[in-house]
Nanobody, 122 residues
Framework: VQLQASGGGLVRAGGSLTLSCTVTGVGGLDYHAIGWFRQAPGKEREGVSFISANGRIIKYADSVKGRFTISTDNAKNTGYLQMNSLKLEDTAVYYC???????????????WGQGTLVTVSS
């Protein structure tokens, strides 16, 4: 199983970006939960958003609620993180991760992408 994250870049504060996470080596995302994490310079990695394999359970960190939207397209084996109203403090390397979890949000993630850098400027 391999994950490829993309979509990062440089954006002004208040702008938007959509990150993508393509999962290969699996028959589909029907049993794979997706999570997005980020690590800012000098800080520990933190969870940003999580979605269960069936899409029924979604969680967001308080810092991104109302601004970020997680979704998946099982037909494309791809997860997305739509980021709106970006703030300077959203600057970080964003990682996607997945784990086999037919229901719910898993307690940990086995498979990780390489990360994509999001830089928010003033």
């Amino acid at each position: 199983v391999q994950l490829q994250a993309s979509g990062g870049g440089l954006v002004r504060a208040g702008g938007s970006l959509t990150l993508s996470c393509t999962v290969t080596g699996v028959g589909g995302l029907d049993y794979h939960a997706i999570g997005w994490f980020r690590q800012a310079p000098g800080k520990e990695r933190e969870g940003v958003s999580f979605i269960s394999a069936n899409g029924r359970i979604i969680k967001y960190a308080d810092s991104v609620k109302g601004r970020f939207t997680i979704s998946t397209d099982n037909a494309k084996n791809t997860g997305y993180l739509q980021m709106n109203s970006l703030k300077l403090e959203d600057t970080a390397v964003y990682y996607c991760a997945s784990n086999v979890s037919p229901e719910g949000i898993p307690g940990g993630y086995t498979y990780w992408g390489q990360g994509t850098l999001v830089t928010v400027s003033s």
